[in-house]
């Protein structure tokens, strides 16, 4: 029987580690971004409610909380998509 200590830890060089700092801070820089769009978007539910239940064209039932929210969403996944592409571009770099 094995214990949790005897683990071979010889695969996790130190250049490994650090050739996958540069992806893991554009991840937080990514993530910081998409905070912020999503922050503006609950601060304007807070600070002018009215603004986001406004209709964008009178007689129009889309609000503009709706098109904000789709808005927040798409960010979403083109960051996501943003980090995968840059992410993979560097990766394979290295020659990952």
Known sequence: MKLMSSID???????AQNA?????????????????IYGSFVATFIIHP??????????LSVT?????????????IALAGLYVL??????SGRGE
Not at 26 to 35: D, F, P, R, Y
Not at 86 to 91: L, P, S
Request: positive net charge; hydrophobic residues 60%; aromatic residues 6%.
């Open 9 to 15: 830890t010889s695969s996790l060089d130190a250049p």
């Open 20 to 36: 996958a700092l540069p992806a893991a801070r554009l991840g937080w820089a990514l993530a910081a971004l998409q905070a912020l």
């Open 50 to 59: 009215a603004t986001m239940t406004r209709a964008l064209a009178p007689g």
């Open 64 to 76: 503009v909380a709706l098109v904000f929210g789709l808005c927040v969403v798409f960010s979403t």
């Open 86 to 91: 840059i992410a993979n571009r560097t990766a």
